[in-house]
C-alpha cells in the first residue's frame, strides 16, 4: 500500500509538472509515513537527510526532453553523545563524559597490583593509590580487575556489594566501600602473610608518626583496625615489636604487665623506651666524637 500510493503520488505530480511546465511546491513526502505491509499494518519511522527525485519533462519546442532534478531536505538526526571512560570533566557547562585508559596505562596498573589471591584489603589500596586523581567509573574497575579474575569470580563480588545493576558510566567513588568491603570478605589476608609484616622505624622518625603509619599499612594490608579485636592487637604489637632494636624488645619483653596493658599504655612503655635507646645512641656518638677528637689532638701533639 505504501509503495502503491507513492508511485500514484509521484506519477500525478510529474504529469501535472510537464503539463503546466513549472514545478510543484507541493511536498513529495511527509516526515513521518507508516511503513507496512499491504494490509496497512506497520510502525512510523523518520527520514533523515536528503531525497532526490527524477523527472523528465517533454518540450514541444525543441522536440525532446530534459531530466530535472528536485531535492528536499528532509529531517536531521538528533545528535547523541558516546559514552566514554573514565569520568573527565569537559567545561563548566558541558559535565563529565566518558573516556577509556589506554591500553598501555592500564598495563602499567596492572603491573602494579597484586593477585587478589593475596588480599583483597591490599589490592583495593594499591588500586585507589594508583589511580588517585582519576575521576573512575564503574566500567574501569571491572576492566582492571576482569584482566586478574573471571567473569564467575566479578559477578559474585558485584552481588556481594550489590552493584549489579549499575552501569559502567557509572561512578566509582560512592560504591568504592562496599566493594573493598567485599574484596576482603572474597579474599582475605593469609595468615602467613600477616605474620611476616614488620614494621622498622626511619632514623629521626618521631614515635607518634611511626605508630600512625604502622595502624595505617596495617589497616590498609589485613583490612582492619589493630585495635578491632584481641588477636588484630597481639598480631600488630608482634609487628612492630620484630622491627624494633634488640634492647627495646628485649626489655619490653621483659615486663611481664606489657602483654597485657592496654593499647594507650603500650605505646607509653614502647615510647619511653624507643626515647631511651635513642638518647644512649646518641651519648655514645657524642663519646666516640670526643674521643676521636683527643686521639687527633696527640696525634698532632706527637708530631711538633
Known sequence: MFATRRERDMVEWSNAECA??????????DDEDPVGDKQGSG?????????TFHSRSHSPANGGGHN????????????????????????????????????????????????????GGPWMSKFCQYTLGYKLAM??????IGKQLGMWDIRQLETAAGTTHLPDASPFSP??????????????IPPSAMHALTFHIKDGEDVSSFLIRCKGEWTDTAGSHPGSSIIQTTLFRNAVMTGMPISVKEV??????????????WEKHLTHHLKRYRSKLEEDKQNLDNTQAQLLKLQLDKAR
Open 175 to 188: 560504591h568504592a566501600t562496599n566493594i573493598g568491603k567485599a574484596l576482603r570478605d572474597t579474599f582475605p
Open 252 to 265: 619490653m619483653e621483659g615486663n611481664p604487665d606489657i602483654p597485657s596493658c592496654s593499647t594507650e599504655q
Open 139 to 144: 566500567g574501569d574497575w571491572r576492566a582492571l
Open 20 to 29: 503546466d511546465g513549472e514545478e510543484s511546491d507541493a511536498p513529495l513526502t
Open 43 to 51: 510502525h512510523p519511522v523518520t527520514f533523515t537527510g536528503a531525497l
Open 68 to 119: 530535472k532534478k528536485h531535492q528536499y531536505d528532509l529531517r536531521s538526526r538528533k545528535n547523541s553523545q558516546a559514552m566514554q571512560m573514565p569520568l573527565i570533566q569537559q567545561g563548566p557547562r558541558q559535565g563529565e563524559v566518558y573516556q577509556p585508559f589506554s591500553f598501555t596505562d592500564m598495563n602499567c596498573i596492572l603491573d602494579k597490583m597484586p593477585p587478589p589471591s593475596e588480599g
